[in-house]
């Protein structure tokens, strides 16, 4: 079941953030996983959308998806930092199929495994976090 796509928030530059995280990955555009990386831009513009819990604002745009409501950017509005962190989580997302049971195929000069973050978007959080609007506690 696939959602329409949303027009005029930030979330039209998926086809732009797929490629900038294809570039970022030094993946070919004929790779034959290329075109995943298109899904994981939408996956990574919704989970930063969710953790920055925006507030009402007359510049933003109320997304509705699959019964869920919330406030998102409008086209060209999204902060630089924000689509930085959205093309960061990409690749991630795309690298994550690389990990099995949270471990890479690699290690470090001394033999350590690599582990991937249980939190997706760790990676992206000093990104993100001065856009933040959401009460909290640390």
Not at 34 to 63: Q, S, V
Not at 93 to 122: H, T
Request: aromatic content about 8%.
């Amino acid at each position: 079941m696939s959602e329409p796509p949303v027009t005029g928030t930030w979330h039209d530059q998926v086809p732009a953030i797929a490629d900038a995280a294809r570039i970022l990955l030094r993946l070919n555009a004929a790779d034959p996983d290329a075109p995943r990386l298109t899904g994981c831009a939408a996956a990574a513009c919704n989970a930063i959308d969710h953790r920055l819990l925006l507030k009402e604002h007359p510049d933003r745009l109320l997304l509705t998806r699959g019964g869920h409501c919330w406030w998102t950017y409008a086209d060209g509005d999204a902060p630089a930092d924000v689509v930085t962190a959205a093309e960061q989580l990409t690749g991630e997302l795309f690298r994550r199929k690389d990990a099995p049971f949270g471990v890479l195929n690699a290690a470090s000069a001394n033999a350590v495994p690599m582990y991937v973050s249980r939190d997706q978007m760790a990676g992206v959080d000093s990104l993100l976090a001065p856009y933040v609007e959401s009460w909290g506690f640390a």
